[in-house]
Structures are given as C-alpha cells and as structure tokens.
C-alpha cells in the first residue's frame, strides 16, 4: 500500500507563486515500482482534470492550460514528486490532488490540498 501526503497549497494573489510538494510512503513489505506520480486538480463543480505528469521514461506533460508556468519535479529516490506554479490565476483555483500509479496498474491518491487564487 502507500500513503501519499501532500504540503503547500493555500491562498495566493493572481500572479503570484507557489510550490506543491507530494511524498509517497510505502506500508512496510509493500513491493512496487512506480510507473508515474503527477498531479490532478478539480475546480468547483468541475471534473478533475490532469494538471502534470512525469512518467518512467517520458518527458515531462502538461495541461495546456499551465504550459510555460508550472513545472514538475519527481525525485525517484524519494518517492516524491512537487509542482512549482507561478503565474497563478484565478482560474488555477481548486483542489489539487497528488497522483501516483505503479507498474501493476494500481492507483493511489493524495488527500487533496486547496490553491485559491484571487483576482
């Protein structure tokens, strides 16, 4: 099993900056490779949509939306991944949910952190 448990996150000016952080923590015998980690976010009374993604292997992806002004980083050796995000928008607000998938096509999701973005 893991546990992913994410930091960052809050309230912000539009314009301004910050930096999401997600670490993955293995249940002791737990036996896996990480295929991806990434990171999701759902606006109000929207779907969750992709935001950015590094998978094994690929450069990293992003939504069009935040191309040129959010970047990921993944750390392999620690199991964590972070999303730095400047630039902000209002229209960046919503709940951003840390995302990790394994080589056997299990799915493990973050507790969700809120970015709010002003105007």
């Known amino acids: 099993q893991v546990q992913l448990v994410e930091s960052g996150g809050g309230s912000v000016q539009a314009g301004q900056s910050l930096r999401l952080s997600c670490a993955a923590s293995?249940?002791?015998?737990?036996?896996?490779?990480?295929?991806?980690m990434g990171w999701y976010r759902q606006a109000p009374g929207k779907q969750r949509e992709l935001v950015a993604r590094?998978?094994?292997?690929?450069?990293?992806s992003y939504a069009d939306s935040v191309k040129g002004r959010f970047t990921i980083s993944r750390d392999n050796v620690r199991d964590t991944v972070a999303l730095q995000m400047n630039s902000l928008k209002p229209e960046d607000t919503g709940v951003y949910y840390c995302?990790?998938?394994?080589?056997?096509?299990?799915?493990?999701w973050g507790q969700g952190t809120q970015v709010t973005v002003s105007s």
């Open positions: 995302h990790l998938a394994t080589t056997f096509y299990n799915e493990y």
């Open positions: 293995r249940t002791f015998g737990s036996i896996f490779r990480i295929d991806s």
């Open positions: 590094i998978a094994n292997g690929d450069a990293p």
